[in-house]
């Protein structure tokens, strides 16, 4: 007996060092593409990392929460301060733009693994055996989605990381009410990177209690809520008052909401939001699968099957405070002014992919029913079958094509584009010694030149609409914006308004600015042109008198 179970011990061992290895395999892609990208010439490309990064050297300055790089200097009332405090370690550690986004890339990359390592815990706590948690933490891994953000200065990672952590040791409190500080803490930790870890609040302490545990529910409510009233406060005693476009879309999270979502617009904003739901589901496993018609369809189909085997995994396992959180949290999105993508639905991805796994279980029983009947069902087993191989075979395809051929492609793609920038970001500092600029990457600009800068916002109530007029006319009407900015240059590239626009309104917006009278071209190179604005004319007053 005793060999028996020495050498059980030894096989567990070598199924847990196996399970190890392929875990440090898969995120070899991830490392790969941080090393290779460590200079991060894509930084900025999706704005909200730069922001991140300028309020954290603004920290580090000593000069106050604040967005340095927009004109007026404001305090940052839009994202909470934990994860810029962290980035502001590094602007400490190496005060040099842009060498130091290498240490930042280092730090957005471990959030990866911390990430799987947390969602290996949940897996394991939800009852999943070890090959299944295997190939679960695998997929996250490589899923291109999770490799883009692991490559940027986004605090999604960091946030869900916290998520993890924070709901695992809610499950302990259950058993052991102390725990619930150490949970809170967690929660508002979460809560100090991402305003979304709000849902928590209310789901932790609602799961503990209807489990009869008040005590740990209270424990776990009034260490978390601190952090929620702390960062409430500095919101409203900080906020600019400013209504201007720009001042509420950098500083104000609802008061940007309430310019793009009316009444009105509420039925159509729900609508796509959750199409945007079942597309972020989907596009997390398989990237791109929704750029035909056919993959459309069926990621929307698999999107289906994933929120179904969540419903069936707690009526399984039972409720858990991730499922509460969950729901909370999707309600959030379904009336949030931005369609959900990859990003917004990283925090529950675990919970959804073992939601996709228990309905993948749940088919398996139906196509193993079928082939023990009779040869007509087992006809029909095989057809689901190949057609499950072929999802499979598909998705594996498109995942690889984009960790291996599309990701090089576009780093080499901005590391050329960046090169171009540079040129011109060198004659605005000698050229253009005061002033500030429209700047598409705004923050970017201000980081390589010293100048102030900002974007035009554009509404998103008009891509819901899809009312092409209303997306150009903040770019029609350029000239009104730089006066009430009080810009005094524009800096215009060919790689403009690509966060905004399909091609077909990219194009249209850089010939609007272009041909707009008001402003003067001073520089031109193969990407890149900055324009003077030109004085507005005098006002000529008629005495009628």
Known sequence: ?????????????????????????????????????REMPHFGHLHDDSIYWVSAKSLAEGRGYRILSLPNEPFQ??????????????WRINPHFPENLKLGMALGWLMLPAFMALAW????????????????????????????????????????????????????????????LPAGLLGAAGYLVKTGALPLLIAGPLWLALRKRYRAAALFFFTMVPAVAGWTLWVRHHLSHATDIVSVYYTDY??????????????????RNLDGIFHGITGFLMCGLSGTPLGMYLSRALAIAALVGT????????????????????????????????????????????????????????????????????VVALG??????????????????????????????????????????????????????????????????????????????????????AMLQPLREMSAFTREQ???????????????????EQAEARKSLRQNPAFERIYQSELCAVYRVKPAPPCLFHNTR
């Open 1 to 37: 007996m005793p060999v028996q179970s020495r050498a059980g011990d030894g096989t567990y061992m070598a199924r847990k060092l196996l399970a190890a290895a392929i875990l440090l395999l898969a995120l070899a892609p991830s490392a790969h593409l941080a090393w290779v990208a």
């Open 384 to 469: 689901m079958v190949a057609g499950l191989l072929a999802i499979a075979y598909l998705g594996v395809s498109l995942n690889v094509d984009a960790l291996f051929n599309d990701f090089p492609g576009i780093i080499e793609q901005d590391r050329a584009v960046l090169k171009s920038k540079l040129a011109t970001f060198r004659w605005v500092r000698r050229n253009a010694p005061s002033g500030a600029f429209f700047a598409d990457d705004d923050v970017v600009f201000f980081l390589y030149t010293g100048r102030h800068a900002a974007s035009v916002p554009v509404l998103t109530r008009a891509f819901y609409h899809q009312d092409r007029e």
């Open 311 to 378: 419903v069936r995994l707690a009526r399984q396992r039972g409720m858990t405070v991730y499922h509460w959180f969950a729901a909370a949290y999707a309600a959030i999105l379904l009336v949030w002014h931005f369609p959900p993508n990859e990003r917004f639905l990283l925090p529950v991805i675990p919970l959804l992919l073992a939601g996709f796994v228990t309905e993948g279980a749940f088919l398996a029983g139906i196509i193993r029913q079928s082939w023990n009947r009779n040869t007509t069902n087992r």
């Open 486 to 504: 009080h810009l005094d240059y524009l800096f215009v590239t060919t790689t403009d308004f690509h966060r905004e626009f399909p091609a077909p």
């Open 121 to 180: 815990r949940w897996f394991y706590a939800a009852g999943f055996s070890l090959r299944t948690r295997v190939a679960m933490c695998a997929a996250i891994a490589l899923s291109p989605s999770a490799v883009f953000f692991s490559t940027s200065l986004f605090s999604d990672l960091a946030f869900s990381a916290l998520l993890l952590a924070a709901i695992l040791v809610i499950l302990v409190a259950e058993r052991r009410a102390w725990m619930a």
């Open 254 to 271: 609802l008061g940007y909401e309430r310019l793009c979502v009316g009444w009105r617009d509420l039925p159509v904003v729900v609508w």
């Open 77 to 90: 009332t839009k994202y909470p301060p934990l994860w810029p405090l962290l980035l502001a370690a590094i």
